[in-house]
């Protein structure tokens, strides 16, 4: 998917340079404002290009110069390139993919590869810091504060308002679910359950480079992978040979990881929405009903998942007296 997200990206640059029709005639909001040259939107409160810069050009270096000094024995380059080279890089490139194909870029395993290669001994680089985000999801944040009419200095200060409270909140509820029962135990039956599978996979990938036996890279089998990239490959190019789009390739290999109950109820959503409410309200109603009905069913499902929380909180700390 990596190659032939790059590969899609670089195909569509010259097209994507070119402003769309809808953004030409439909966004109103973007010819409303003034754009200078390194001034960015007014209205929408953009920072000056060279402070965006160099705030990223400190805190990455930050990280690089936190990282040496945590884990001297490291190489610093490594952290450098993922940090000035890579992450910039692959930001861009989830950013454009975001717009094409809905979905970024995602290398698997590229920092425990560069880990392993390395040849560097030792299980405290795996908890040292280290810039390897992906920021191409903030363009897509962008053009909604755009269509909202939303300031970056709005978000800015929710964000600040946000922060104090999460942190205090945080720890309240950390306090209180540890002050009832022991954890694990049979009062939390998922982190029962999932948190030996976390640990054992955890186990796996932090002992690669232990220089002892390593049972991750035991598992790894070249032939295996090299027989599914070009599984893939040969998907994507009968994909191309059939006029499909790309999200249909996207698709199909997203859905040979997701679980068996949600690819059934995404795939029943799906034929419903093409073939009973298409029909129903016609496409283009129910093009713009689609995110409205999708932001309600979340509020919805946020609401029930908080009340249940709710009830369970109150059932654990409820004791029976013995009169």
């Known amino acids: 998917m990596a190659v032939v997200g790059l590969a899609t990206v670089f195909r569509k640059r010259k097209t994507l340079s070119q402003p769309s029709p809808q953004c030409r005639e439909g966004s109103v909001f973007l010819h409303e404002v003034e754009r200078g040259r390194g001034r960015g939107f007014k209205a929408r409160g953009d920072f000056p290009i060279w402070l965006c810069v160099?705030?990223?050009?400190?805190?990455?270096?930050a990280f690089c110069w936190l990282g040496h000094h945590l884990v001297p024995g490291f190489p610093l380059w490594i952290l450098i390139v993922f940090g000035f080279l890579w992450t910039?890089?692959?930001?861009?490139i989830s950013a454009r993919l975001i717009g094409i194909t809905g979905s970024g870029l995602s290398v698997p395993y590229l920092k425990e590869s560069a880990f392993i290669l390395s040849g560097y001994r030792g299980l405290d680089i795996w908890f040292a810091p280290m810039q390897t985000g992906d920021f191409g999801s903030a363009a897509q944040r962008f053009r909604e504060l755009e269509l909202t009419r939303t300031r970056f200095t709005s978000v800015l200060k929710a964000e600040a308002l946000i922060l104090p409270v999460s942190l205090i909140t945080s720890f309240l509820f950390w306090w209180g679910f540890w002050k009832m029962n022991q954890i694990p135990s049979d009062s939390f039956p998922f982190i029962s359950r999932t948190w030996p599978v976390q640990a054992r996979q955890a186990y796996l990938i932090l002992t690669a480079n232990s220089g002892e036996h390593s049972l991750l890279l035991d598992a790894l089998k070249p032939d295996l992978i090299a027989g599914g990239a070009i599984v893939g490959f040969l998907a994507y190019g009968g994909v191309w040979l059939l006029g499909l789009p790309a999200t249909v390739f996207y698709g199909l290999v997203g859905g040979t990881a997701m679980p068996l109950h949600m690819g059934l109820l995404l795939m029943g959503g799906a034929l419903l929405g093409r073939y009973v409410f298409k029909k129903k309200f016609g496409e283009e109603r129910w093009t713009r009903m689609v995110p409205v009905?999708?932001?309600?069913f979340a509020c919805g499902m946020g609401l029930a998942g908080m009340l249940a929380v709710g009830a369970a909180i109150l059932s654990y700390c409820t004791k029976s007296l013995p009169f």
């Open 293 to 296: 009905v999708t932001a309600g």
């Open 88 to 92: 910039p890089l692959q930001s861009y």
């Open 54 to 61: 160099a705030a990223y050009l400190l805190t990455t270096s």
